[in-house]
């Protein structure tokens, strides 16, 4: 069976480093990007099963790269987990709005954001192909 991948993008270069860390001990194949402006890059050229995307990046923030996520029909369907420090209803509601499948608020565990990953896999149908 592959691993399956995720990107995680966030701009704390230490967050990125220990959640991706984390993920990769816990058997997924995780591929970082320092902003949106690098997700999206990374993914219209590969492949993955899910997407990690920090809310609040200069430029291209999560929110952004998780409408991009939904306007391609290769990656529309792939469950978008999204973090922020933001909790208001309004910022709630945008990640909602914008496709997002789970919000975690920061700070999170990690064992808490492994047992959202995984659910996100469980509780993605299976795709024909």
């Known amino acids: 069976m592959t ?6 993008a966030d701009d704390e ?3 990125l480093h220990v ?5 990769s001990m816990e058997g997924f194949e995780v591929r970082e ?3 949106g402006s690098e997700a999206i ?10 997407a990690i995307l920090d809310v609040m990046m200069p430029g291209v923030d999560g ?14 369907s792939m469950p978008v987990l999204v ?11 945008r990640a909602r709005l914008a496709g997002a499948n789970h919000l975690i608020t920061k700070p999170f565990s990690l064992p808490g954001l492994g047992a959202v990953v995984r659910s996100c896999f ?3 149908p299976a795709l024909a192909g």
Do not use: N, W
């Open 13 to 15: 270069p230490r967050l």
């Open 19 to 23: 959640v991706g860390l984390y993920l």
């Open 41 to 50: 890059a990374m993914l219209d050229t590969e492949q993955f099963d899910l």
């Open 83 to 93: 973090f922020t420090s933001l909790s208001s209803d309004k910022d709630v509601e």
């Open 63 to 76: 929110i952004e790269v998780c409408r991009h996520i939904r306007s391609q029909p290769a990656t529309q």
């Open 3 to 8: 691993q399956q991948r995720i990107l995680l």
């Open 33 to 35: 990007a320092s902003d």
């Open 122 to 124: 469980e509780d993605a």
